[in-house]
């Protein structure tokens, strides 16, 4: 039986509990094997954003993040790269290095419902399927109908669950008024981040 491998993007600027509570649901809504995250250098759709901390610490904080989890792990491909993270690439450096799995793309329902604006995303459903996350119950039917439209391209499984409604905006905000966030984050992120002073301007 084919390993299915999970797929998870982002800047996680910083990376929290939202984020690690997302991946244990789709683990185990998708019955994934193992999953990779994979902090962007340039997300597409925040290349005007501020207050992103160098990817040194972002990579850093999702190595804490992640290390007691052996089902896990980190990737440093994206940041690695020179240039904007587009997923194309991402996902045809993954299924290079798997060959064997099933690759499982995890990305939020935000997300899914401009997919068809992301760059080449026909070729993207040649390599991965689609894990979506339904952040509100509310986005369901939003969902089902973007499902409907892109489901021919490619393999999408669209699920729901108790997702924790937490932002690294939020998070971020917390540290800057000088308020505790320590409930947030896995307990070496919030060290990690109090040592280096991260997020304080």
Known sequence: MKQRIGILGGSFNPIHNGHLHLAEVAKEKLNLNHIIFVPAKISPF??????????????EMCRLAVESNPDFSVSDFEL???SVSYTLYTVEHFKEFF???????????DMFLKFDKWYKWKEIFKIVSLGVVARDIQDIQRLNEKHMTLSQYGKIDVFCDDVILLSSTKVRDLIKKN???SCYLPKKVVQYILFHKLYEI
């Open 46 to 59: 925040k290349q005007n954003a501020e207050n992103v901390v160098d990817g040194v610490h972002r990579l």
């Open 80 to 82: 690695n790269q020179n």
């Open 99 to 109: 060959p064997d799995s099933e690759l499982v793309l995890l990305i939020g329902s």
């Open 179 to 181: 308020k505790d966030f």
